[in-house]
């Protein structure tokens, strides 16, 4: 099985920036997918950004312009680096990748991201 750890949540003021990064245990070369998603309480899970297998990130209009999806393959690491950040981007964020012909779902723990003064 896939295991993916998030790092780099923590708590930051309004307008800061945090940058979250998410190592798979095996190589992401061929990966489906690869990105991350969001949950606020109450709220269901939402897409943030996310790489497809046509190369292209994809985000969520509330995240475009301010969140920037990487990747480095040589490290099987895809990381987000958040700026301008908002109270309502505070959400537990979590590592997604979508692996295989069936295809197969895999989550990471999350990790905590909090925005507020």
């Known amino acids: 099985q896939v295991q993916l750890v998030e790092s780099g949540g923590g708590l930051v003021q309004p307008g800061g920036s945090l940058r979250l990064s998410c190592t798979a245990s095996t190589s992401i070369f061929i990966f489906n997918a690869m990105g991350w998603y969001r949950q606020a309480p109450g709220n269901q899970r939402e897409l943030v950004a996310v790489?497809?297998?046509?190369?292209?990130?994809t985000y969520a209009d509330s995240v475009k312009g301010r969140f920037t999806v990487s990747k480095d393959v040589a490290k099987n690491t895809v990381s987000l680096q958040m700026n301008a950040l908002k109270p309502e981007d505070t959400a537990v964020y979590y590592c997604n990748a979508v692996i295989g012909t069936r295809p197969d779902n895999f989550w990471g723990r999350g990790t905590q991201v909090t925005v507020s003064s």
């Open positions: 790489f497809t297998d046509g190369g292209s990130p």
